[in-house]
């Protein structure tokens, strides 16, 4: 238990190390972007006279490292900053949208996670077999398909039939049900993508630990294979398996914006894609720190439940 | 196209495909010799499937121009002729072949997408054994930078990258395979890990072997097996990926084919129950099933499984 | 399925092939919007091959649409951003062009449907002093959102916002000629001109010129989003949705803003649009793909409205850079593009073509076809030219993105295929999406362009084409141009302001850095459930973006 704390402890702080040499390399690489602010959101219409005053307003004509040194200054405060686009507080943009994200998230791993484990047992278990073929060969064409096309398919198959709605646009104030309902199309898409990735990841981990000698072992002993791979298999493949989970919903969490445009859901990967477009340093850094922290804090999860449930490493040292 | 008449061709074209598999697989069996065949003879339908798929996109990309009716980017005829000769599958919107815009795609799409995955697989491979090996300080700065790249959503780095740096065949590719290396990394060095803390390395290290000789003689051929599983899964995201890419208004300079952007190009058209998108989305989705199985079939003999 | 309600009928769906359904399509329109008379749209409906009834129900049901008041419009529309504010001097794109110009607030003169300009929230205006002092008096009993009876200064105000050295406004270009903008008393706004212009009215009914109220001190207050409108903002999530109600005290109820509610969505997505409208999710959408419209037209009770005005496709070269500085090089690149082809197959005949000349279709003083004949392909021709350039051969390239003008990689891809016959190499360069308009377009030598256009002569040539013009994106200077727009300007003999302007087109279209290979229309899907006027702007999409006070529920 004390190791388990210690790696911790040990690993928060390499996280935050982590989100700040990201802030950095984010800040540095917005700054590359040719153009700034001013120039974007005046558009074509841009003079030379409105995109300088915008900079003076806004303090764009300060050198980059003492912004940068006054975001850090606000942020150690927990003070997200305001975006320089919307003047308003980032945490006000940011909190409502990500919950969105979550929400769709949350719902889609409901689907895919249970769906995928499920999946890929049965597949080692049916090993080869046609089951095992077609199942695979589902998931892999799923997967080969642009998310934007998966999701024409079922807006053509199932929207434009009127089974559901094809835009998902929920407010903060919609009925959860209502919420389920529209929100029922984009979380299939990404069920279909992230599906198959975890299923083959499930299947092969269990495979892995039935070339096992104890594995042969229990064969010789006459246990059923279905006991075999629950009892005795899958315990022992969960490391891999909540890796690859926690991979795919970070990839839930941060990967999503082309699913947002075709469902035109309020996420906030479309908050950062605009960000960018408008040079929005504040909010462009706010949400990779977002994003970046939902990557960091699932890989730790995934890394716990791992460690906890080996006793091997439990005890080690 | 209703789903009763997708349901009732699914299974028509999976039987003509096996078949096709077994028909491939018998005459390869008598082309070459006598352990190629006993090896061979172990594949199963689905793997002489993916294997004679893998040939023919390999025929194609390589004979592209002798295979095409037309030229590349040559302009024939008004936007959307239908299926009728001399253009077999129709033209696109700016009147060329969709065919010859096929078969260049294979040539220009699995070029770049093994060019992009071999990269990855050479740098990630490469840097996530040494940061296993030699652990401590290199383990903890590569570690950690490769976790900052990891932590950016791949599509919003790719799109800050390539604008800063342009769209260019070259930094698409660049830009691509550093994104995938960081994904070959993380796997690399997990397996790794495991690999090096196995008495025989340190038995190579007493020995006083070179680093390198560790890397590529003793590390590297006790890994393939999960790093080739990776491999079929990767080579076909990279399509994706640029499928992606120019759904936001990147991806290859035009007019050069890729099945990306043909799927791009015409994706609204889906919605309206026209098929035309499926052709090169249908290319892509066979490559990548045809990929995985042989993959699967390569696996599955490595692990040693008799069953 | 036939809608009770009785949809307006279509004459486009008594003809059979794709050209004949286009120009069906063309006459209604024109018609329904006034440009075509009703004995014009019968004689050419009848040629057309259209039936008796067909076209005589068309003109019955024009006849007969009366608007409703009452129901909620749901609008799904492009140009929406997260980082859109309601800064009047940052609208950038379609979304906040709706929702503030359109519903909220109004401005001190618009432009009528049929294209004529009037007063908005100024009710007249009148010249004096050679067209340099302008009188324009403020519509009485106006009151804003919030129960502040409107006055001059909040007019003077909501202009000055755009003008001055800190001024952060994209219409700073736009406010540039007055000199002076101030109040006489509270009734009346005078506005100094640096120089004579006859068509400021014009100008002022720009998106950007919104009438907020004034804080009193020089300020105005468009943060709250208060206007004067025949709507009032209640929710504003940026580029994500917007939500308004009637406006009970607005000035012109009765005779516009006939809905009780109107939700504004920002849908980027082509096919996510129009899933959504034929589901019966939105009612109206902007910016149908051409690609798409046909099928569009197929879908049960959803109807296309063309527009045609004078939104512009152009491909500006740099006449101060190589090879561009020779005209005759200009004008074999002019020559090169196969237009008829790109009307074709990049707008799918939903256009015209263009003569490379930025006056059109909704421009009084267009040069007809006999002044200024129309540039065709010629790509012998445009050898020659080349050759009197001392070229042989040429190679080039062309900067190109879909924000540039939709469909503008493509059309790249058909001008390097078309430009091969005349020797020359054009090399497609695609750009990314994002910051274009600062990194490839004015800076570049060879990139895609569009305008919408603007509705004078004058406006436009002052805006891109003299020579010391802020967006004279092909750095083009001719002397006798510049000398002809000032005497334009100040003009007001019609005949002579005519033959002068027509004279300023030639020399564009024979000298200028421009290519201007079309004009493009906008398409436009609405429910038959909505009813849309007779008459319908086409100064910008969805009728003028004014759709939430012209339309109605039927």
Known sequence: MKNLIIMIIKRLALGVLTLFLLSLLIFLSVEALPGDLAQEILGQQATPEAVAAIRRQLGLDLPPHIRYIEWLGGMVQGDFGTSLALKRPIIDLIAPRLQNTLFLTLYTACIAVPLAIILGMMA????????????????????????????????????????????????????????????????????????????????????????????EMAHLKGIKPSRIIFRHALPNALAPIVNVVALNLAYLITGVVIVEIVFVFPGLGQLMVDGVRFRDVPVVQASSLVFASAYVGLNLLADIISTATNPRLMRQK | MS????????????????????????????????????????????????????????????????????????????????????????TDNLGRDVFTRLVYGARNTVGI????????????????????????????????????????????????MLTIFGTSVISLVLVI???????????????????????????AKLRGESTVYLITREILPNATAPLAAEFGLRFCFVFLMISSLSFLGLGLQPPTADWGSMVRDNAELISFGDITPLIPAGAIAILTIAVNFVVDWLLHRASGLKD | MEDPRNPMYDIAS????????????????????????????MTGALALGVSMTGASTVVEQALAATPKAGGRLKIGITGGSTSDVLDPGQILDAFNINVLMGQTRGNMTRIRPDGQIEGDLCESFEPSNGGKTWKFNVRQGVEFHNGKSMTSEDIVD???????????????????????????????????????????????????????????????????????????????????????????NYW??????????????????????????????????????????????????????????????????????????????????????????????????????????????????????????????????????????????LSIKFHAADTGFAGAVDAGSLMAESAKAAGINIEVVREPNDGYWSNVWMQKAFSACYWSGRPTEDWIFSLIYASDAGWNDTNWKNAGFDKLLLEARAETDTSKR???????????????????????????????????????????????????LRWWKT
């Open chain 1, 124 to 215: 080692s278990l049916f090993r080869n077999s046609y089951f095992d073929r077609i199942s695979n060969a589902t998931a892999l064409s799923a997967i080969s398909m642009p998310e934007f096309f998966v999701g024409y398919i079922l807006i053509y198959f199932l929207a434009l039939s009127g089974y559901f709605p094809s835009m998902a646009n929920i407010t903060p104030s919609t009925p959860l049900l209502e919420k389920l309902y529209a929100c029922f199309l984009p979380a299939l898409t990404l069920t279909l993508v992230v599906t198959a990735h975890m299923m083959r990841m499930t299947r092969a981990a269990i495979i892995n630990i039935l070339a096992l000698p104890y594995i």
């Open chain 2, 3 to 90: 789903l009763i008449s997708v349901l009732i061709w699914l299974p028509i074209v999976v039987a003509v495909s096996l078949g096709a598999g077994w028909l491939f697989r018998q005459t390869l069996i008598r082309l070459v010799n006598a352990p190629t065949a006993k090896f061979l003879r172990t594949a199963p339908l689905t793997a002489s499937f993916g294997m004679l798929t893998i040939t023919i996109y390999v025929t194609c990309a390589v004979f592209a121009p002798l295979i095409a009716p037309f030229g590349e980017s040559e302009i024939l005829s008004a936007s959307f002729e239908p299926w009728a000769a001399p253009y077999i599958l129709g």
């Open chain 2, 113 to 160: 997408a093994f060019l992009i995955t071999a990269l990855a697989f050479v740098a990630g491979t490469l840097l996530g054994i040494y940061s296993a090996l030699k652990g401590g300080i290199i383990d903890q700065v590569v570690g950690r930078l490769i976790d900052v790249l990891m932590a950016i959503p791949s599509l919003i780095f790719s799109l800050l």
């Open chain 2, 177 to 203: 395979a550093t994104i995938d290396s960081t994904r070959v990394f993380r796997l690399a060095r997990s397996v790794a890990l495991n690999i090096v803390q196995l008495d025989y390395i340190e038995a």
């Open chain 3, 14 to 41: 008594e003809v059979a092939d794709k050209e004949t359904q286009i120009k069906a399509d063309k006459l209604q329109t024109g018609f329904l919007s006034g440009n075509i008379s009703r004995r014009g749209f």
């Open chain 3, 158 to 248: 909501s202009i000055r916002h755009h003008m001055g050295e800190e001024s952060t406004s994209a219409a700073k270009g736009i406010v540039s000629g007055i000199k002076s903008i101030t109040a006489d008393g509270k009734n009346t706004v005078i506005v100094e001109l640096n120089e004579g212009n006859a068509d400021i009215p014009v100008a002022l009914s720009d998106y950007h010129l919104n009438i907020c109220p004034s804080n009193g001190d020089g300020t105005i207050d468009w943060q709250s989003g208060v206007g004067a409108g025949g709507y009032v903002l209640e929710e504003y999530d940026p580029g994500v949705r917007a939500f308004t109600t009637k406006n009970p």
């Open chain 3, 252 to 393: 012109n109820t009765g005779n516009e803003a006939y809905f009780d509610e109107v939700e504004t969505l920002g849908i980027i997505d082509p096919t996510a649009r129009m899933s959504a409208l034929s589901t019966g999710a939105i009612d109206c959408i902007n910016n149908v793909p051409p690609k798409t419209a046909s099928r569009l037209k197929q879908m049960p009770n959803v109807k296309t409205l063309i527009s045609t005005g004078n939104k512009q496709v152009t491909l500006p070269m740099h006449c101060d850079k190589e090879p561009f500085t020779d005209p005759n090089v200009r004008n074999a690149i002019k020559h090169i593009v196969n237009r008829q082809e790109w009307l074709d197959k990049v707008l799918f005949g939903y256009g015209e073509l263009g003569n490379d000349n930025p006056i059109g279709p909704a421009n009084i003083y267009r040069a007809t076809t006999d002044e200024l004949p129309q540039r065709e392909y010629d790509p012998e021709l445009a050898k020659s030219l080349l050759k009197k350039a001392g070229h042989d051969g």
């Open chain 3, 498 to 548: 005519r033959s002068m302007y027509v004279e300023m087109q030639q020399i564009v279209h024979n000298d200028g850095g421009l290519c201007l290979p079309l004009f493009q229309s906008e398409l436009m899907g609405y429910r038959t459930s909505v009813g849309v006027p007779d008459v319908v702007g086409n100064d910008w999409e969805l009728d003028g973006h004014r759709c939430s």
